[in-house]
């Protein structure tokens, strides 16, 4: 799987799915549009910044709230490379290997990354290198069945190309 790298937009406790995708556009089910509006209830400046291959790091609890799928894929197809956090929402968690959004559990490197660092991860290893820093972590590797899920974009195209 290829590295992810990019610039870290940063966010503390128990970002809901209500903040990531707020419920009044729910309506559209389309990655794109949805993208539009990611974050915007907690930052109103991340959809104007975030670059594709940007990275979100958190503190606690990521993705609590809601079920929706909805969450994982404005993330996604807003350009985030993967999302670190301390601890994500167990059903967050589940729907982004899902949708094919890596993310990764590693209290150490969110202690140490801060907004606007660079930082690449690498997959294969689990290492997060906080490149503004030189210093590293590290987070869980995934298994290779999570890898061939996140690089086939989901669980849904993973087991359509078996």
Same mark, same amino acid.
């Given at each position: 799987?290829?590295? $992810?790298?990019?610039?870290?937009?940063?966010?503390?406790d128990n970002v809901?799915?209500?903040?990531?995708?707020?419920?009044?556009? +729910?309506?559209?089910?389309?990655? $794109?549009? +949805?993208?539009?509006?990611?974050?915007?209830?907690?930052?109103?400046?991340?959809?104007?910044?975030?670059? *594709?291959?940007?990275?979100?790091?958190?503190?606690?609890?990521? @993705?609590?709230?809601?079920?929706?799928?909805?969450?994982?894929?404005a993330i996604k197809?807003?350009?985030?490379?993967?999302?670190?956090?301390?601890?994500?929402?167990?059903?967050?968690?589940?729907?982004?290997?899902?949708?094919?959004?890596?993310?990764?559990?590693?209290?150490?490197?969110? $202690?140490?990354?801060?907004?606007?660092?660079?930082?690449?991860?690498?997959?294969?290893? @689990?290492?997060?290198?906080?490149?503004?820093?030189?210093?590293?972590?590290?987070?869980?590797?995934?298994?290779p069945f999570m *890898?061939?899920?996140? $690089?086939?974009?989901?669980?849904?195209?993973?087991?359509? *190309?078996?």
């Open positions: 799987m290829e590295n $992810a790298k990019g610039i870290v937009f940063k966010y503390g809901d799915t209500d903040v990531i995708i707020p419920a009044r556009y +729910l309506n559209s089910s389309d990655p $794109a549009e +949805l993208a539009t509006h990611c974050m915007e209830d907690i930052d109103t400046e991340f959809i104007k910044k975030v670059n *594709q291959g940007d990275i979100i790091v958190a503190t606690k609890n990521f @993705g609590c709230g809601s079920s929706r799928e909805h969450a994982p894929i197809a807003a350009g985030v490379s993967v999302v670190i956090a301390e601890t994500f929402a167990r059903i967050f968690y589940r729907n982004a290997i899902n949708i094919g959004l890596p993310i990764i559990e590693c209290p150490e490197a969110v $202690a140490g990354i801060d907004a606007g660092d660079t930082v690449e991860v690498n997959f294969d290893s @689990g290492m997060i290198y906080n490149r503004t820093k030189g210093t590293e972590y590290k987070g869980q590797a995934f298994p *890898q061939k899920i996140i $690089a086939a974009q989901g669980l849904v195209n993973y087991i359509n *190309q078996k």
